[in-house]
């Protein structure tokens, strides 16, 4: 970005909007909100287009994540998120596999 460009988008309380931000090159484009979703979905078909990929092709199957949650957050096999609602943060823990990973 440009020193001033830079300048007046940290000073400007409004930031930057659409078009100046298209001109700025901050963005691809800029749309308004009634014809975003209509955007976005050409827009992912012009890229697809593009690809070398068969366009019918089967995604990868993932394996579901077994979540829960409660009061305290969330809580995955390897990671945790507490949550500390009065201080409005959030404490991410991750852990590596005991077993797989020792030598």
């Given at each position: ?15 930057v909007?659409?078009?100046?931000a298209k001109?700025?090159?901050?963005v ?8 975003f ?7 992912a ?5 593009q690809?070398d ?12 994540l077994?979540?829960?949650s409660d009061?305290?957050?969330?809580h995955?096999e ?6 500390n ?12 596999p005991?077993e797989?990973?020792r030598?």
């Amino acid at each position: 970005m440009r020193r001033d460009h830079a300048d007046m988008f940290c000073t400007n309380a409004d930031g930057v909007r659409g078009q100046r931000a298209k001109e700025w090159r901050l963005v691809d484009d800029a749309v308004k909100p009634q014809q975003f979703a209509e955007h976005v979905k050409q827009r992912a078909i012009k890229l697809a287009e593009q690809s070398d990929r068969p366009f019918n092709a089967e995604g990868v199957a993932l394996t579901p994540l077994k979540r829960t949650s409660d009061e305290a957050g969330l809580h995955y096999e390897y990671a945790d998120v507490q949550w500390n609602r009065e201080a409005r943060t959030a404490t991410i823990t991750v852990r590596a596999p005991a077993e797989r990973y020792r030598r």
